[in-house]
C-alpha cells in the first residue's frame, strides 16, 4: 500500500501545475470516453459487411459490457469499500466525483471491456489502439486524484476475465 500510494502521489503531484495539463486531464480522464464508445461502435457496424457478424459483435460487446461493469464490479464493491484517494489523502480531485466505491475502477472496466472486445472479435490492430487510450484514460483519472493505481489494474483484470468468459462461453457454445 504504501508503494501505491507513493505512485499516486507522484501522479497526482502533476494536478495543478499547468492550467492547459490540468484541462487536457480532465478531457481525458471525464471525455475520451465517449470517443471511444463512438470508435467502438463504428468498428463494429462498419468492419463486416454481414448483419449476422455485426449483430455478433455487437452482442460479444454488451454481455462483455454487462459482466464487467454490471456485474463483477458491482460484486467487488458490495463486499469490498475502497475509498478514493481524494477522500483518504484530503487533496482536491481535478473535477467533482461521487464518494462511491474505488475498487475497480468503473471507467477502466468499462473502457477496457470496450479494448479488449474490439482486440478479441473484431480487429487486433484497433484493439491494440484502444488498449493505448484506455491506458491513457486510466493514468489521467489517477493524476486527477479520483482512482488509486491499483483500482485501473482491477478494472483492467475485471474486464479481461468478462471477455474471457464471454469468449470461452461462445466458443463452447454453452451461451
Excluded: C
Aim: hydrophobic letters at 55%; charged letters at 15%.
Amino acid at each position: 500500500m504504501v508503494i501505491e500510494q507513493q505512485l499516486f502521489l507522484f501522479l497526482n503531484s502533476l494536478a495543478g501545475q499547468s492550467r492547459i495539463l490540468d484541462l487536457l486531464t480532465v478531457f481525458l480522464a471525464e471525455y475520451l470516453g465517449y470517443f471511444i464508445i463512438f470508435l467502438v461502435l463504428y468498428l463494429i457496424f462498419s468492419k463486416s459487411s454481414e448483419w449476422k457478424n455485426r449483430y455478433q459483435q455487437f452482442l460479444y460487446t454488451a454481455l462483455t459490457l454487462i459482466l464487467s461493469r454490471g456485474l463483477f464490479t458491482e460484486i467487488v464493491r458490495f463486499f469490498y469499500y475502497r475509498p478514493r484517494p481524494f477522500l483518504v489523502l484530503d487533496i482536491q480531485p481535478l473535477f467533482n466525483h461521487d464518494v462511491t466505491p474505488a475498487l475497480p475502477s468503473g471507467h477502466a472496466a468499462i473502457y477496457f471491456a470496450l479494448a479488449f472486445s474490439v482486440f478479441y472479435f473484431t480487429d487486433r490492430r484497433w484493439g491494440w489502439k484502444l488498449m493505448a487510450a484506455a491506458s491513457i484514460m486510466g493514468l489521467a483519472r489517477v493524476i486527477s486524484g479520483v482512482h488509486w493505481p491499483l483500482d485501473i489494474l482491477a478494472g483492467i483484470l475485471t474486464a479481461f476475465i468478462s471477455v474471457w468468459l464471454v469468449r470461452y462461453l461462445f466458443r463452447h457454445k454453452l451461451f
